[in-house]
């Protein structure tokens, strides 16, 4: 194998010969912080793809049906407007415009002849986080070790996609391994936030979160393991969804820790509209993707559910808020979304509790969540270190051990901390620790009827997506994940709705609390709301195992109260 400095060589090359010419642009200076308004002052765009990009999914699908929109004239149009966002934030891995457009023509083609759209998602783009295997193209997963590695089929989500009417165009940025919330790798450089550029845009499926908040996918599909879709959306003011485990399709994407089965990755979708991600969700579990995915849950999409028939048909719904997790206290801003939805709900006449966190360490213990910087011995961890080994041994590509600028951009880094790993009978008990605490969480959920008033209990739980906004790069704290892998570990589908940005004025520093341990202490030692300037502000919403219409649905319920509060 070439030395993996070589490899980045040529595929950096590749990537740039990629791009149609006439499209560069000159981005604003680093100094420029916010480029959000950047891709429609450029002077790239018409005023008709500006028209399109900003147009929602629904509406989009709308006008693609009604071949007021050729899928040709949409797909150039985002395309566009993904290769400025890729200039001003480095958010794409794989650009394959070409063989997009091609589709988009093939998708015009049948609905002029037939006068019937392809799928329900006709000649929509659809970006890929850069693990979703595309016959013919590369999947590093971040890795320089795995360029030159061609995928001989699609994964099968892409299948399900193209299957749908859906086209396919570009892939995006991760970190290497994938297990960081920041996206950062030797081969493609820095993801940064649109919003703030000093800022991350999360990860691992930082690259979408980025790529969707500039507008330059409609959709996007990124994958959790322990909050990757959930950390990238809240952190770029995104609407995304974590299924549960087997209703999304996995099989034949590339990933970390694979053969691992108890923790698993999911797929869900990524976009900026409650009303996308159902779009997304509905077309997928319709075109029955168990038959094409062993894995895969054998149910399709469920209206009586959606409609919240086993929740009041949405009357006098009783939300649970979870103010912190027992471990770390959220910053002011996610605080104040917490009031201001809570608020909101009460003005819709929904009722709201507080929720009572049970064993939320002992969850983030089980799953090793601080993978990199503790020796706890949980499941992500259990040979983790021996697995980003083996692939970077090849070609003697390091491991990034940080994702600080000084050090991960200027310095090779040439050690990642390793655990001792676990024997499978250590393994087993931990696996069985879960499946208790899932038992006791049940428990717990089912407990809290005595409390709502409804007769039902807790409809759903809000909460923080993450303690903090947005942090400046390599400051996500010791890989803190716990308010979302918690969900990853009871299996518990979540949505992440966007409610505000921090405000410097409304978001001052509060006074030190008590504080849970050193750690909890550091999180809110780090806050300083001038460093946070502009970044949105997400929350999640929490419902049960393989409820995502409901959760759906109860995300649309709240996302509309906030709206009509504001």
Not at 180 to 185: A, G, K, L, T, V
Not at 502 to 512: C, E, I, N, R
């Amino acid at each position: 194998m070439p030395h993996w400095t070589a490899l980045v060589a040529e595929k950096k090359q590749r990537q740039l010969e990629s791009i149609p010419q006439e499209w560069i642009v000159t981005p604003p200076p680093d100094s420029t912080l916010d480029v959000t308004e950047f891709p429609e002052t450029c002077g790239l765009l018409n005023a008709r793809e500006i028209e399109i990009t900003n147009t929602s999914v629904q509406v989009l699908l709308e006008k693609l049906a009604r071949a007021e929109w050729t899928a040709v004239d949409v797909t150039t149009a985002f395309s566009k407007r993904a290769i400025i966002a890729h200039q001003l934030v480095h958010c794409l891995t794989e650009i394959f415009v070409d063989r997009a457009l091609a589709r988009a023509a093939e998708l015009d083609d049948h609905l002029k002849k037939t006068g019937k759209v392809v799928g329900p998602l006709h000649g929509l783009p659809i970006s890929l986080k850069d693990q979703l295997c595309i016959k013919g193209l590369e999947t590093t997963i971040g890795y320089a070790s795995l360029i030159g590695q061609y995928a001989d089929k699609n994964a099968v989500l892409v299948d399900v996609l193209i299957e749908c009417g859906a086209v396919p165009f570009v892939r995006t940025n991760v970190p290497q391994t994938l297990a960081w919330p920041e996206s950062f790798n030797y081969v493609f450089g820095r993801t940064t936030n649109p919003y703030n550029r000093s800022l991350t845009s999360g990860g691992s499926s930082g690259g979408e979160g980025a790529l969707i908040a500039l507008k330059g996918s409609p959709l996007g599909v990124g994958s959790d393991l322990g909050g990757s879709i959930r950390i990238p959306s809240a952190f770029c003011g995104l609407y995304g969804l974590k299924p549960s485990y087997g209703r999304v399709p996995y099989s034949g994407t590339r990933g970390t820790l694979e053969g691992q089965d108890s923790l698993v990755p999911v797929l869900g979708p990524m976009t900026n509209s409650v009303v996308g991600v159902k779009a997304f969700m509905k077309a997928v579990v319709n075109a029955k993707p168990w038959l094409k995915d062993p894995l895969v849950v054998r149910k399709k999409w469920d209206e009586d559910e959606y409609n919240l028939a086993d929740h009041g048909f949405g009357k006098d719904l009783c939300f649970a808020i979870m103010w912190d997790n027992g471990v770390v206290v959220p910053h002011p801003p996610i605080r104040r979304a917490l009031e201001i939805t809570k608020a909101a709900l009460q003005k819709a006449g929904h009722k709201v509790v507080d929720w009572k966190p049970i064993k939320h360490r002992e969850l983030g213990d089980i799953t090793a969540s601080n993978i990199f910087y503790t020796m706890q011995r949980g499941i992500m961890n259990a040979a983790s270190a021996e697995e980003f080994m083996i692939t970077t041994s090849v070609t003697g590509e390091p491991l990034i051990t940080t994702m600080e600028l000084d050090d991960a951009d200027t310095a090779v880094a040439t050690f990642r901390p390793q655990n001792d790993g676990l024997t499978v009978y250590q393994l087993w008990q931990v696996q069985k620790l879960r499946q208790n605490i899932r038992m006791e969480y049940l428990d717990h959920w089912e407990a809290t009827v005595s409390e709502t008033g409804t007769g039902r209990p807790v409809d759903a739980i809000i909460c923080p997506a993450a303690p903090f906004v947005a942090t400046p790069h390599g400051k996500n704290r010791s890989v803190y994940v716990d308010y979302t892998i918690v969900w990853n570990a009871l299996d518990y589908p979540a949505a992440v709705f966007p409610v505000t940005t921090v405000d410097s004025t409304l978001d001052g520093k509060a006074p030190p609390h008590g504080f849970y341990d050193d750690f909890d202490k550091d999180i809110y030692e780090m806050y300083d709301p001038e460093k946070f300037k502009n970044a949105p502000v997400c929350l999640q919403l929490v419902g049960r195992t393989l409820e995502e219409e409901a959760v759906i649905r109860m995300t649309e319920i709240v996302d509309a109260a906030v709206a009509a509060a504001k």
